[in-house]
C-alpha cells in the first residue's frame, strides 16, 4: 500500500467515528465505507441483562441454567483491612498507574493512535499488544466496581476513546493487522498465530468489567459490533468462513457477552469454536500447543500452551454453565483430575516447562526450572471458580485459595511495580536470570495481576438458592442480598491466613430462613465452628459446612482453625521433589531466601528435620517490619557438610554425612525475591 492510500485510509477511519464525515468521502477504492456508513447507523442493541449493570459480578451467572452459585458484584464486598487491603490499595495507587505509563511508553497507545492520525509512531510490539490496552481497562474496571476515582476513570475513558476511534466500518478492530498486513486478516494461518480474536476476547471482558462499573456502553458496543457484524455474518460453520482459536479467550469473552445481550448466536459462536472446525486443517502438535483447533470434548489430558489450555477450560465451563452439555462436563472433570493429580504446583502454579510455555508429562514439575507464569496461575483460579459456581464443591475452592496465596501473589511485587513472568519454585541467582521486572515486551502478567487483584472482593461469597457461600477470609463487609431479596450484611474479622480465627457477624434485613455455607479449608487439620457461642457440628476440612438456620441480626458465627506449620512432600514420582518437602502453614507456601540464613549458608546443602511434631520444629514470630508484615518461620535446620571429595560431580556414596545446627529462616513464598533476589527454594533436602 502506498503512503498517500495509508493517509486516505487514517482520514477515513477517523472519520468514520464521526459518522456524519463518511458520506462525502470517495467511494470505490473503499467499497467497506459504504457498509461502514449503514454500519454506523445502526440502532444500538437492546440489552436484557438482569440485573442491572451495577449488580452483576465478575460473572453474571444470574439466568445460567446449570449454574449453582452465582456471582455477587465486586462492589458488594469492602475489603477493610487484613491481607488483601494494602495488596490492592497499592495495586490502584502505583501498579495500574504506573502500567497504564508503561503502555503509553512502550507505543501501545500509539498503536491506536497511528491509525486516527493522532501519532506517526510505527506499530510496537507483539501481535497481542492490544490485549495488554484491554487487560488494564479491565483493571480500571474492576477497581472502578469497587467505587468511583474520578483520575482514573478519567484515564480510562480517554483511552477508550482512542480504542473506539479505531474501529472500522466493518466492525474490524485490531492495531497489528492494518496496512500491508491487512490482506493476512483472518487467514487461518493468522488465526493460529496472530492473536485477532484473543484480543478481541480481552476487549470484551475488559468493555464488560467497565460496563459494569460504569454503565457506559462506548466500548462495550465496540464490542457489540465486532461480534455481530464482522464475526457472526462472516465466520462459523459452512457455508461462513472457518474459525480456529489461535490462543483461546474469546470463548470466555463471547458467553459473558451473551449474558449480556441475550444474543443465543453468541453463545452458538463460542461453542462452535470450542469445537474446532476440521475444514482448516493443522497438524497435531499446533493444536496440543493451542489447546483448540480440535474438539474440546476429544480432550484426555492437560497438555500444551497453559495460559491457553487455563483460559480453553474457562470458556468451556461457562459452555457447560449455559448449555449443560454433558460431555463439556465429563471432559472438564478428566483435565480437571489431570491437572491437580499430575501437573500442578505446591504453590497453584501450572505449566513446567519454559519451551512451549506448557504443561509437562505427569509428574514433570521441575524448580528451578519451572515456568509457572503468572497468568497461568491466574488462569486456573478463574477456571476452578468457575467449576465451583457449576457445583458448590469446595475442592475448587482449595485449588483456587492455593493459587491466589501462592503462585498468583508471588507476580507482582509487594511495591506493586515489578512483575514475575516465571515463578520458578527455586532460583539461583548466578544464572543472571532478572525475575521481577517492571516491563516485559510480552507483557501479559503485569496487567492480568491487575485486574485479579482489582476483582478479587468478587470471589468472596457466592449465594445460591438456599443461602450465602464465604469462600474466602479476610476483613471485610458484604452489603447485598440472598436471592429471595433479603438484604443481608456479613462482617469479617479475622487476622486470616496468619492466624485461622474469624468472627463473622450476619444481620439479615429481617429475621429469615436460609443456610450459610462456611468453607473448611482443605489444609485444615480440624475446624470449630459455632454459632452465638454454640458449637455446631460436623465441620469438616475440604468441604463447606451448611449452617441452615433462622438468622437474626447480630448472629456471631465462629470459625476456628488450628494454624500449625505442616511439613508437605510430594508424590515420589515428583523426581525433583525426592527426598524434599515444603513448607505451609494455612494456605501459605513458605520457602527459604539466602539473604534470611546465617552467614555463609549454602542453601542447597540445607535440610530440615521435622522430628516426630513437625508443629513444633518450627517456631513462628509475626515481623511487622519485614516485607509488609507477615509471620516468619524459625526451624534448627542442618546444613551438610562435605568433604572436598563431595565437590565433584560424581563420588562415592557413605551412608555417615556429617551435619550441623544451622538455624533457618523462612518465609512465604509470595516475598521472595522483594530484597535482592538471593538464592530461593520451597522444596528442601529432609533429614531423617
Ligand atoms: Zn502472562
Request: proline share 6%.
Amino acid at each position: 500500500m502506498t503512503e498517500s492510500g495509508k493517509i486516505s485510509r487514517r482520514q477515513f477511519v477517523a472519520s468514520a467515528a464521526s459518522l456524519a464525515a463518511v458520506s462525502s468521502l470517495p467511494l470505490g477504492a473503499f467499497a467497506e465505507t459504504q457498509v461502514s456508513a449503514s454500519a454506523g447507523e445502526r440502532t444500538t442493541v437492546q440489552l436484557t441483562d438482569s440485573p442491572g449493570w451495577k449488580d452483576q459480578g465478575i460473572e453474571n451467572l444470574s439466568k445460567s441454567p446449570h449454574a449453582k452459585l452465582r456471582d455477587i458484584p465486586v462492589r458488594a464486598v469492602t475489603i477493610t483491612g487484613g491481607f488483601w487491603a494494602p495488596r490492592r490499595e497499592i495495586n490502584v495507587t502505583r501498579s495500574i498507574p504506573t502500567m497504564h505509563d508503561l503502555l503509553e511508553a512502550n507505543g501501545r497507545m500509539d498503536n491506536f493512535r497511528r491509525l486516527t492520525g493522532k501519532s506517526q509512531a510505527p506499530q510496537k510490539g507483539p501481535v497481542f499488544s492490544d490485549s495488554d490496552v484491554y487487560k488494564w481497562t479491565e483493571a480500571a474496571g474492576f477497581v472502578l466496581q469497587s467505587g468511583d476515582r474520578p483520575e482514573l476513570r478519567a484515564m480510562a475513558e480517554k483511552l477508550i476513546d482512542e480504542v473506539v476511534a479505531v474501529q472500522e466500518p466493518s466492525g474490524y478492530l485490531n492495531t497489528y493487522y492494518q496496512d500491508d498486513r491487512k490482506s493476512l486478516r483472518m487467514l487461518p494461518q493468522t488465526q493460529s498465530t496472530g492473536h485477532e480474536l484473543y484480543n478481541m476476547g480481552h476487549m470484551l471482558q475488559g468493555a464488560i468489567a467497565y460496563y459494569r462499573a460504569t454503565g457506559d456502553r462506548k466500548l462495550l458496543d465496540t464490542g457489540i459490533r465486532f461480534v455481530d457484524d464482522f464475526l457472526i455474518p462472516n465466520y462459523g460453520p459452512a457455508p461462513k468462513k472457518p474459525i480456529v482459536s489461535g490462543h483461546p479467550e474469546i470463548e470466555m469473552g463471547l458467553i459473558e457477552l451473551y449474558r449480556i445481550t441475550g444474543d443465543k448466536r453468541q453463545l452458538e459462536l463460542a461453542g462452535y469454536i470450542l469445537g474446532g472446525d476440521s475444514r482448516i486443517e493443522l497438524p497435531e502438535r499446533r493444536t496440543i500447543y493451542m489447546f483448540s483447533g480440535t474438539p474440546f470434548t476429544a480432550r484426555t489430558k492437560m497438555q500444551g500452551h497453559a495460559v491457553r489450555a487455563m483460559y480453553a477450560c474457562c470458556g468451556a465451563t461457562d459452555y457447560y454453565l449455559e448449555t449443560g452439555d454433558a460431555r463439556y462436563w465429563e471432559t472438564l472433570n478428566t483435565l480437571w483430575n489431570d491437572m491437580t493429580g499430575t501437573k500442578m504446583y505446591v504453590t497453584g502454579g501450572v505449566g513446567s516447562r519454559a519451551d512451549g510455555e506448557a504443561f509437562g508429562d505427569a509428574y514433570e514439575l521441575p524448580n528451578f526450572r519451572a515456568y509457572g507464569e503468572s497468568c497461568a496461575a491466574i488462569g486456573n483460579m478463574m477456571w476452578n471458580w468457575r467449576m465451583l459456581a457449576a457445583t458448590g464443591d469446595a475442592k475448587f475452592t482449595d485449588v483456587m485459595e492455593r493459587a491466589l496465596y501462592n503462585g498468583i501473589n508471588s507476580g507482582m511485587s509487594l511495591d506493586g511495580t515489578l512483575y514475575c513472568y516465571r515463578n520458578p519454585l527455586a532460583f539461583d541467582p548466578s544464572t543472571g536470570d532478572k525475575i521481577r521486572n517492571p516491563w516485559y515486551d510480552v507483557t501479559c502478567c503485569p496487567p492480568n495481576l491487575e485486574r485479579t487483584f482489582g476483582s478479587l472482593p468478587g470471589y468472596f461469597y457466592s449465594t445460591s438458592a438456599d443461602g450465602l457461600y464465604v469462600h474466602f477470609y479476610d476483613d471485610c463487609e458484604l452489603n447485598w442480598h440472598l436471592e429471595n431479596g433479603t438484604g443481608l450484611k456479613v462482617v469479617q474479622k479475622t487476622n486470616y491466613p496468619w492466624d485461622g480465627n474469624v468472627d463473622i457477624t450476619v444481620t439479615p434485613a429481617e429475621p429469615s430462613d436460609f443456610t450459610l455455607y462456611m468453607r473448611i479449608p482443605g489444609w485444615a487439620d480440624r475446624a470449630q465452628v459455632a454459632v452465638n457461642g454454640k458449637a455446631v457440628s460436623g465441620a469438616s476440612p475440604g468441604q463447606y459446612l451448611p449452617i441452615r438456620r433462622r438468622w437474626q441480626a447480630g448472629d456471631v458465627v465462629q470459625l476456628k482453625i488450628d494454624v500449625v506449620t505442616q511439613v508437605v512432600e510430594a508424590n515420589p514420582r515428583v523426581a525433583d521433589d525426592t527426598g524434599r518437602v515444603a513448607i505451609q502453614r494455612g494456605p501459605l507456601i513458605y520457602c527459604l531466601e539466602e539473604i534470611d540464613q546465617p552467614n555463609g549458608t549454602v542453601l542447597s546443602d540445607v535440610a530440615v528435620h521435622p522430628g516426630p511434631h513437625p508443629a513444633e520444629a518450627f517456631r513462628t514470630e509475626f515481623r511487622r517490619d519485614l516485607l509488609g508484615g507477615m509471620i516468619v518461620l524459625h526451624h534448627e535446620g542442618a546444613l551438610y557438610e562435605h568433604e572436598t571429595s563431595e565437590k565433584l560431580l560424581y563420588s562415592r556414596y557413605r551412608r555417615d554425612t556429617k551435619t550441623k545446627d544451622v538455624a533457618l529462616t523462612f518465609i512465604p513464598y509470595y516475598a521472595w525475591a522483594n530484597r535482592q533476589a538471593t538464592f530461593m527454594q520451597v522444596w528442601n533436602l529432609l533429614l531423617t
